[in-house]
């Protein structure tokens, strides 16, 4: 069955950085192309892209919030896609969400994506 978790979430001063992961089981990196992407969620607000990454890594997309700050990268060998966040900020505060969709191309939009994690929550405090 397939499955995203994602992990690495926690409170952290701003200023600090976190890196999360997200591991996927079930679903074939080394057999099909697999968009990956990274959202999250603060509570009243609507889901919000981040970060996305095509089934190489060739190609990575970033939101104007978090460009130059967060970074994507996938290792497909061990099924995993990581978000590096430095320089944290209280309104980076929310749930973060990871994301796959069978395609060659990016994740842009919510619309489509395959497969959702549950979650993990990240807390910056100021």
């Known amino acids: 069955q397939e499955q995203l978790v994602e992990s690495g979430g926690g409170l952290v001063q701003a200023g600090g950085s976190l890196r999360l992961s997200c591991a996927a089981s079930?679903?074939?990196?080394?057999?099909?192309?697999?968009?990956m992407a990274w959202f999250r969620q603060a509570p009243g607000k609507e889901r919000e892209l981040l970060a996305a990454?095509?089934?190489?890594?060739?190609?990575?997309y970033y939101a104007a919030s978090v460009k130059d700050r967060f970074a994507i990268s996938r290792d497909n060998a061990k099924n995993t896609v990581y978000l590096q966040m430095n320089s944290l900020k209280p309104e980076d505060t929310a749930s973060y969400y990871c994301?796959?969709?069978?395609?060659?191309?990016?994740?842009?939009?919510?619309?489509?994506?395959?497969?959702w994690g549950k979650g993990t929550l990240v807390t910056v405090s100021s």
């Open positions: 990454i095509n089934w190489s890594g060739a190609g990575k």
């Open positions: 994301a796959a969709d069978r395609t060659t191309g990016l994740i842009l939009t919510t619309d489509g994506v395959d497969y």
């Open positions: 079930g679903l074939r990196f080394s057999s099909y192309a697999y968009g």
